[in-house]
């Protein structure tokens, strides 16, 4: 490690460590070579190998977030309550300047803040430190533009993947309930149904269609073990399945009469029927129904 950054630190003895960890996705949080776990200890290797042994009793924090800070508009929350809870003469480290962000604009402003509290951030694996001097302080910007230039690289390299994956007919995207991503004969993602998925929504279609509450059918599935991708269900997780893969079967209550001169999408026996205005859909006021969220009606 440089020697120049151990005796800056030394010199000014901060009481207070920071350990900054940000992976883009939840799948990365778990990946071995760049997970929060990893960029964690690496930090905290960094503090033992070289700063135990300087007589100073730091109180380390950890603040570690999952999101992209490849758009200025993302709300990196730990990052944010970092600075914010940051005291002066404090010392933050992380495992690599990419993991601080890819966007120059939010590492900007972020360094300002540091450098606002009198305080100081390092980077491990780059072996450079902030607002120590000026030249260090160049070479952590350029290692900032160098990781934004990658990043737009990477994106790029994304864009044209998934360009020719969608002129295949591929999906990209996480599946909607009831279905899974799998490949075709030119190995190209495409959604397919998950049979043990789709069981559990024609349970709870059945379960609404005979009159079921959310709360019930979530006590049923519960009940029966039935889990919503290994979790508990809740009315909730019933209640936003159904309103956005099928909203046919929500309903709010019964024989409920339309407003005056308004349409009426109607389906009989699950099959859509049409629209009716309200003069033709008085005609059938005698008949028992259910009326859908939707706006669509289930006659009995």
Request: aromatic share 10%.
């Given at each position: 490690?440089?020697?120049?950054?151990?005796?800056?630190?030394?010199?000014?003895?901060?009481?207070?460590?920071?350990?900054?960890?940000?992976?883009?996705?939840?799948?990365?949080?778990?990946?071995?070579?760049?997970?929060?776990?990893?960029?964690?200890?690496?930090?905290?290797?960094?503090?033992?190998?070289?700063?135990?042994?300087?007589?100073?009793?730091?109180?380390?924090?950890i603040y570690e977030d999952i999101g992209s800070s490849w758009n200025d508009k993302k709300i990196l929350y730990q990052l944010n309550k970092m600075v914010k809870n940051l005291e002066e003469n404090s010392l933050v480290l992380i495992s690599k300047i990419s993991r601080l962000g890819r966007n120059i604009k939010q590492v900007m402003n972020i360094l300002k803040k540091i450098e606002k509290k009198k305080s100081y951030i390092?980077?491990?694996?780059?072996?450079?430190?902030?607002?120590?001097?000026?030249?260090?302080?160049?070479?952590?910007?350029?290692?900032?533009?160098?990781?934004?230039?990658?990043?737009?690289?990477?994106?790029?390299?994304?864009?044209?993947?998934?360009?020719?994956?969608?002129?295949?007919?591929?999906?990209?995207?996480?599946?909607?309930?009831?279905?899974?991503?799998?490949?075709?004969?030119?190995?190209?993602?495409?959604?397919?149904?998950?049979?043990?998925?789709?069981?559990?929504?024609?349970?709870?279609?059945?379960?609404?269609?005979?009159?079921?509450?959310?709360?019930?059918?979530?006590?049923?599935?519960?009940?029966?073990?039935?889990?919503?991708?290994?979790?508990?269900?809740?009315?909730?997780?019933?209640?936003?399945?159904?309103?956005?893969?099928?909203?046919?079967?929500?309903?709010?209550?019964?024989?409920?009469?339309?407003?005056?001169?308004?349409?009426?999408?109607?389906?009989?026996?699950?099959?859509?029927?049409?629209?009716?205005?309200?003069?033709?859909?008085?005609?059938?006021?005698?008949?028992?129904?259910?009326?859908?969220?939707?706006?669509?009606?289930?006659?009995?």
């Open positions: 490690m440089d020697k120049n950054i151990i005796n800056f630190i030394k010199k000014n003895k901060p009481i207070n460590a920071y350990i900054y960890s940000r992976v883009s996705t939840n799948k990365q949080a778990d990946k071995d070579s760049h997970s929060l776990e990893t960029q964690r200890t690496i930090c905290k290797e960094y503090i033992k190998s070289n700063l135990k042994n300087m007589d100073m009793n730091l109180d380390i924090s390092i980077s491990v694996e780059e072996q450079i430190c902030y607002n120590m001097s000026r030249i260090m302080n160049n070479d952590f910007m350029i290692k900032v533009i160098e990781s934004e230039k990658e990043s737009n690289i990477l994106s790029e390299s994304i864009r044209k993947k998934q360009k020719i994956i969608k002129s295949h007919g591929g999906y990209i995207g996480n599946p909607p309930y009831g279905y899974k991503v799998g490949r075709n004969y030119r190995n190209t993602p495409i959604l397919m149904e998950n049979p043990d998925e789709i069981i559990i929504i024609n349970t709870i279609i059945n379960l609404v269609n005979n009159n079921y509450s959310y709360e019930n059918i979530s006590n049923y599935l519960n009940t029966n073990n039935i889990l919503h991708k290994k979790n508990k269900w809740t009315a909730n997780a019933v209640k936003y399945i159904l309103n956005k893969y099928h909203p046919e079967h929500t309903f709010i209550e019964f024989n409920l009469n339309p407003k005056p001169n308004s349409n009426v999408n109607i389906v009989y026996d699950g099959v859509y029927d049409g629209v009716y205005d309200t003069e033709s859909y008085d005609m059938l006021e005698d008949i028992n129904y259910v009326k859908l969220r939707s706006g669509k009606c289930i006659f009995k």
